[in-house]
């Protein structure tokens, strides 16, 4: 269980129901009533929290005994603040692990030019075809950054033997990828794109089909 997902669960924050506005509207909304130092302080504690290399009991504890701690304020904080930490526009290099194995792959991301903590943005997870290498991944990246530059991407690496086709082990690697940009980056929740070529639009369909509530878009090309 990540970071993020353990506080939830210690919160209590369960599939709560959503008003149809923008993340940044629910954020805005949820943290009107709170004074300003308040709200400063508790950002802090969260951004500390999810920052720490496994849960960390006394943070949370930390916490849960702030006064301004409702599950509402809570959920908005994680889901839509500005807790994510500034960083460089441009192609960065990461290393994920598989959840099951431990095998590690390369990781993609590009980052847009105005990049600003404080936003939220759309994301976009591509899947690379057939026989795709590091290199291939990193190309994709940088491509698609090119036509979706309001976009983060994100660009998986998938080993031979652990495609992106039905079923396979390889696509633990999606969901790896998403919890990464939710975690760690300023990206909106509502507006998260999943797609891939050949192989990695059968991956697309796979995953993409039974994992609906994480997605906004699924766009499988010749898949």
Known sequence: MDRTACLLLAMS?????????TGEERYDQAVADLPPA??????????????????????????????????????????????????????HERTIVDPVGGRQSDLFIAIPTDYDPAR????????????????????????????FPDHLVATPHADPDLGWGPNEPGLSRVGGTL???????????????????SQGGHGTWDYGTRHTDRFSALLPLAG
């Open 38 to 91: 308040d709200l400063a302080n508790l950002l802090e504690l969260v951004a500390n929290y999810l920052s720490q290399d496994a849960p960390d009991l006394e943070l949370e504890r930390r916490i849960l005994a702030q006064e301004s701690a409702s599950i509402k304020v809570l959920e908005a904080i994680i889901r839509w603040g500005p807790i994510h930490r500034p960083i460089e526009p441009g192609l």
């Open 13 to 21: 924050l369960l599939a709560l129901p959503c008003p149809p506005v």
């Open 179 to 197: 919890d990464l940009l939710l975690r760690e980056f300023a990206v909106d929740p509502d507006r998260i794109g999943l797609t891939g070529f």
């Open 120 to 147: 939220r943005y759309p994301a976009l997870i591509a899947l690379h075809g057939t026989r795709g290498s590091s290199a291939s991944a990193r190309s994709l990246a940088t491509d698609l950054q090119r036509r």
